[in-house]
């Protein structure tokens, strides 16, 4: 009896199905199936067949995710669709979760691409937290969701975006370009469904409300904004501001001799309570890297290449990320050599690991500067077309992201189990997953 | 030609905005609309949900979404419109039922209605940041029947008329209670608290402060705490039963300040059953009842604890200064424990053990044994009476907690000087007579009183150990040294240091010549091995055991001290003697000879010698003669000296003559010391460091201070500043 009981039949869109309840079961209470058998919508008898005026090839699927957690989607079936019939059950979700497993940097595999419309060069490319990303191209934002479907781009007064940031799946910061004198540009807070403008940060020197230029961003889990910044007298330095309030709550003012507000790279050191400024070699002259400590308004650490020798004009550094776990930070120069600078002494110089005459192939017509990320021990470095992965204490190459089409990466970020690489031609941009684990 | 036409202006159509139906929306709506009103009026069997459900889909897929919200919120208002007039035409108890029952119908009717609506939920309201369908029912519950004008003031009504009626010891439908206010908490917090708490909290302290009148007028403070704590129990109870769990803090706050904070004096000092009647009377239950009611509210355990000190201050005070409790120390000392050990226990049991009320015992004792200045020597006295008999039969453990009780004595004392003066006065006597029970125990006390002291304190006492020891090698010595003194009387000598022990000037005494040979020869072997030194004999402080046979041939064995010896060798050559013979004889001074032939005399059932005439007082002109008619159960008996145990007036005045004597060098090297670090001082500064120095050892007089330092002044340790005359200056 018990298993009779447990059977469902189904006429989904002319074509008859047969589960149980506790396959629907799997799809939770808020969604179509759990009101269905809902004891207050007295259902028929078991016998009789539950009508769904829905597309049956859709409901195949996802009556197949629901069984076995795994999603199978037929050629003839576009993605769109699927999607739709996803949301009108409520299983928006379980797609998702089912679409790619956990992020490792070994295991990915090209899932999508995704041409842009926007003139000229990307500026920046951020992953979401659900999967979702946004591209920002001269002064505008495109904004796309984990399905990849492009909602309404943002801007901030058309002023020039610098970069863009996710508070969460709902929220996106971005930092643009002041216009002179109209207290235009500065940062704003977005919606990332309806690219609603809901907040302005404003920058504040000696209780005046100053016009800005924001650089680069940087959050961290105790709901700070840091935002490099350049004002129209004195506020050159490093902004902080409280993602709930909304109010600015400190600024680190760069002292003489040192870069701060033009800073390229910010990026929050949960463990050392710190925040890394980089500003880099095309921006000024030199390069600057410093650690502040907040709490008492002090650069706890730092590193100039200025006065070392020029001679090896390759050795000029290009991007620079900290890595907590082994204490140092890890730079890189155009022809993609890594080097490592020791985070626990004062002064210390740069160990470059030598693999550029190894790799130092043709150079393509428009070349890109590398970048960096760093994603649970595994190390990325972009350059020209690829993206290498290294891993392990003494950072060995183990994978190579690579496709001919769209130029060379201008930017990427890992976010959301996925990577996101943006290509400087045609606004093309990558989507790498790791694929669901293996059946057994 | 009817078809061609029909795909031309299809095509023609197409150009424009796709419409279904001009009236698809209404048309849809209305299925909805209806679907509603049935599941409302509870005829919900005969609707399908996944045509519900879709209907609601497309309309927000077609970008109706606002029609169907709107109309959601419109009908479902009607229907709480019409719910609530039927809530209001309820009479009487049904009211809260039919209320109770029509949020459970609607609470059924919202969950169906989300269900249907549940793509616009997640969809159309989430892009929109409306209120969700759920939170949305409740708020129109909220608006369309709890705040209903009159369903508002009577349900709060109801609600408080329930609770008084239980209070009073009625029995109320608990579960219904708990339906309703679970009601309250569920339309939100603020509802709750606007809407129920905060009236329930002003009735609360309404029923409480008429209550709360009438029990202090009528009952005794046991009751009333009684009475205030099973009434705090109740609301405690009546929160985890209906009411939200935050509210606990608030209600019983309530009844705190009502019943305890706002009675708080007059219950302490209720007349026969406040607090000092409960600490008189050993009321240990009301007492901690008391205590954990009273540390609910502010102040309530410095009212406690005030209360408590002045009544053990006035206690003690009386205890101290009556002549009558002071007559015998050992007593005195004991009713000081015993009253220690029952605060003790107060605290214990019924304070929690309370840190502070521990301090208030201290600072109290500390207050009234100081008081009387003889406690120092009462307590010495007790030790005494402890180790000379009171530890036999006493396990090791005891003994400690004995100690120990008597070190906690110890510590009130301001002046541990004098303590300490006594204490060496008593331990000499126990040393040598051989009385102490205990050398452990000794020891002990001893190293105890390091412990709280110092090394100083106690160094001259463990002198006097010292002293013992080495006596006892010595002795060993001075028989291998002269085998022949095997036969014939034993001597045994205890060689005391000078300075470790109280001294008392030489008496001289007339030795018995077998005795004084032997003495002889002890003072030639000691002072052969130890040169320098020189031998008085304390004649005073030593005892003898003689072997006496009496008239009818009765032996025994006497215990005397070395005077009563030398008296009583006297009558081995004669049989009858006068007072003045025997003074002559034995050199012993008049009062210790009178004492000593006292106690050999007229002692009952010790009376080894007779005397006439027979009376209690010695007279110079009696005579004395061997008692040949002396019996005694024992072989072994011991003649005390009759000698008082307490000291005497002027003895008293003589010991604090020395201890005030001893002070004056320890009072100057403090005021050397201080003035050596600070060069320069003025005079209260001075007395307060140097009180504050001495403190350990004993309370420092300041006019004894100010003469100290005159006297420093005159010997040129100090000098006066010559511009400031309060200012001292240190002269190296």
Redesign the interface.
């Known amino acids: 009896m018990g298993i009779s009981k447990d059977r469902i039949k189904f006429n989904v869109g002319g074509r008859l199905f047969e589960t149980t309840a506790t396959t629907l079961a799997n799809a939770g209470r ?3 199936f759990g ?2 058998f ?1 004891d ?3 259902l028929s008898p078991q016998d009789s067949v ?5 597309n049956s090839d859709c409901f195949a699927v996802l009556l197949d995710l629901l069984r076995t957690g795994d999603l199978n989607v037929p050629a003839n079936i576009p993605e769109r669709l699927l999607h739709r019939e996803a ?2 059950y ?1 299983l928006l979700d379980h797609v998702r979760t089912a679409r790619w497993g956990p992020f490792d940097g070994n295991r990915l595999r090209l899932s999508d691409s995704v041409k842009g419309i926007a003139p000229g060069d990307g500026t920046a490319i951020r992953a979401g937290p659900d999967g979702g990303c946004c591209v920002a191209h001269g002064s505008v934002v495109h904004v796309f969701d984990w399905m990849l479907e492009e909602h309404s781009p943002i801007n901030l007064d058309y002023q020039r975006v610098n970069d863009v940031g996710w508070i969460d799946s709902e929220n996106i910061v971005l930092s643009a370009c002041e216009r002179l004198g109209r207290g235009d540009g500065g940062m704003g807070l977005f919606s990332s ?2 690219g609603d403008l809901r907040y302005k940060f404003q920058v504040c020197h000696e209780n005046q409300v100053k016009s800005y230029t924001a650089g680069a961003l940087s959050f961290s889990p105790d709901y700070e904004i840091f935002a490099s910044c350049k004002g129209r007298s004195n506020e050159y330095g490093i902004g902080v501001w409280d993602q709930i309030t909304g109010k600015q709550t400190d600024f680190f003012y760069e002292s003489p001799g040192w870069s701060l507000g033009d800073a390229d790279k910010l990026q929050w050191l949960n463990g050392k309570n710190c925040l890394l400024v980089a500003t880099l070699f095309p921006r000024k002259d030199n390069c600057y890297i410093s650690l502040l400590d907040f709490r008492d308004k002090n650069m706890v650490w730092s590193w100039s290449d200025i006065g070392s020798p020029m001679a090896i004009d390759e050795k000029r550094v290009r991007d620079a990320i900290a890595m907590e776990d082994s204490n140092s930070i890890c730079v890189v120069n155009e022809f993609e050599d890594l080097g490592f600078i020791d985070l626990r002494m004062y002064g210390g110089s740069v160990r470059w690991s030598s693999r550029s005459k190894l790799m130092k192939s043709k150079m393509p017509d428009e070349p890109c500067y590398p970048k960096l990320a760093l994603h649970e021990g595994q190390l990325f470095s972009s350059m020209n077309d690829s993206i290498s992965v290294f891993c392990g204490p003494d950072w060995v190459l183990t994978s190579r992201l690579r496709r001919s089409y769209g130029g060379s990466i201008c930017d990427f970020s890992i976010g959301g189990d996925r990577l996101f690489a943006l290509h400087s031609e045609e606004n093309v941009f990558d989507v790498w997953e790791t694929p669901p684990p293996p059946i057994i | 030609m009817s078809n061609q036409k029909k795909r031309n202006f299809q095509i023609e159509a197409f150009k424009h905005r796709v419409v279904v139906d001009p009236k698809y929306a209404d048309k849809t709506w209305q299925i909805l609309e209806r679907a509603i009103h049935q599941i409302y009026n509870q005829d919900a069997s005969g609707l399908s949900f996944e045509e519900l459900y879709r209907n609601a889909y497309n309309m927000v897929l077609h970008k109706f979404g606002e029609k169907l919200y709107s109309g959601f919120i419109a009908t479902m208002t009607a229907h709480l419109k019409e719910k609530s007039k039927l809530i209001e035409a309820a009479q009487g108890g049904s009211f809260l039922e039919e209320l109770n029952k029509k949020w459970n119908e609607h609470n059924k009717a919202l969950e169906m209605i989300r269900d249907i609506l549940m793509y616009m939920d997640r969809t159309y309201i989430e892009s929109t940041k409306k209120t969700h369908v759920h939170p949305m029912g409740l708020n129109l519950w909220r608006d369309n029947v709890v705040h209903f004008p009159k369903i508002h003031t009577r349900l709060l009504n109801t609600l408080l008329d329930l609770v008084q009626k239980e209070r009073t010891g009625e029995v109320i439908d608990r579960g219904l209670m708990r339906n309703v206010i679970k009601m309250f908490m569920d339309l939100g917090e603020s509802v709750y608290q606007e809407d129920f708490e905060k009236p329930f909290l002003e009735a609360s302290s309404e029923f409480y402060k008429v209550e709360s009148q009438e029990f202090i007028e009528s009952c005794d403070c046991g009751d009333y705490l009684k009475k205030a704590e099973k009434r705090l129990t109740e609301e405690i109870d009546r929160v985890a039963h209906y009411l939200d769990p935050k509210s606990e803090e608030k209600i019983t706050s309530v009844v705190e300040k009502e019943m305890i904070a706002n009675h708080m004096q007059r219950l302490v000092h209720m007349e026969n059953s406040g607090l000092v009647n409960m600490l008189l009377n050993d009321k240990y239950e009301d007492l901690g009842r008391m205590y954990n009611l009273f540390r609910r509210v502010t102040n309530g355990l410095l009212t406690v604890r005030d209360v408590m000190t002045s009544h053990l201050r006035e206690m003690g005070k009386q205890l101290v200064t009556d002549p009558e409790k002071s007559k015998d120390p050992v007593e005195y000392v004991q009713r000081l424990l015993d009253e220690r050990d029952k605060y003790d226990k107060v605290i214990n049991t019924a304070f929690g053990n309370d840190k502070t009320f521990q301090n208030a015992l201290n600072s109290s004792f500390e207050y009234f044994i100081n008081l009387n200045a003889r406690s120092p020597e009462f307590i010495s006295l007790f030790v005494d009476d402890k180790l000379r008999k009171g530890l036999k039969g006493i396990t090791d453990v005891d003994v400690e907690v004995i100690l120990d009780k008597v070190m906690m004595l110890f510590r009130y004392l301001q002046e541990k000087d004098v303590f300490e003066k006594y204490y060496k006065q008593h331990l000499a006597k126990r040393l040598l007579s051989g009385k102490t029970v205990s050398d452990d125990a000794e020891r002990s006390l001893i190293v105890k009183l390091k412990t709280e002291c110092g090394y100083q304190f106690t160094s001259k006492l463990e002198g006097m150990f010292t002293d013992m020891k080495t006596s006892e090698d010595t002795m060993r010595g001075f028989y291998g040294s002269h085998p022949e003194l095997s036969e014939g009387p034993t001597l045994i000598v205890q060689v005391l240091t000078t300075g470790s022990w109280p001294t008392q000037p030489a008496v001289p005494c007339n030795l018995p010549a077998e005795v004084s040979v032997l003495c002889e020869k002890f003072r030639s072997y000691y002072l052969g091995t130890h040169t320098g030194r020189r031998l008085s004999w304390q004649t005073n402080m030593g005892t003898a055991d003689i072997k006496a046979v009496f008239g009818k041939g009765q032996k025994h064995e006497l215990n005397v001290s070395t005077f009563q010896m030398c008296v009583l060798m006297l009558f081995n050559n004669s049989d009858r003697l006068s007072y003045k013979e025997i003074e002559q004889a034995t050199e012993i001074p008049a009062p210790d000879l009178k004492r000593c032939l006292q106690s050999l005399a007229c002692v009952k059932g010790k009376n080894v010698i007779k005397k006439e005439p027979m009376s209690k007082d010695i007279g110079e002109e009696d005579s004395f003669f061997v008692n040949d008619k002396f019996t005694s159960k024992f072989y072994k008996v011991k003649i005390g000296t009759v000698v008082a145990q307490k000291e005497t007036e002027p003895e008293k005045q003589e010991t604090r003559q020395r201890v005030e004597e001893d002070r004056k060098p320890q009072i100057e090297a403090a005021i050397v010391r201080i003035m050596k670090s600070r060069k320069i001082l003025d005079h209260n500064n001075i007395i307060a460091e140097v009180t504050k120095q001495l403190q350990p050892r004993f309370l420092a007089n300041p006019t004894e201070i100010k003469k100290r330092i005159e006297s420093l002044i005159e010997r040129d340790f100090l000098e006066r500043d010559s511009t400031d005359r309060k200012l001292y200056r240190y002269l190296a």
């Open positions: 808020d969604s179509f009101a269905l809902d207050e919508w007295n539950i009508f769904v005026d829905r949301s009108f409520g469904s309806s």
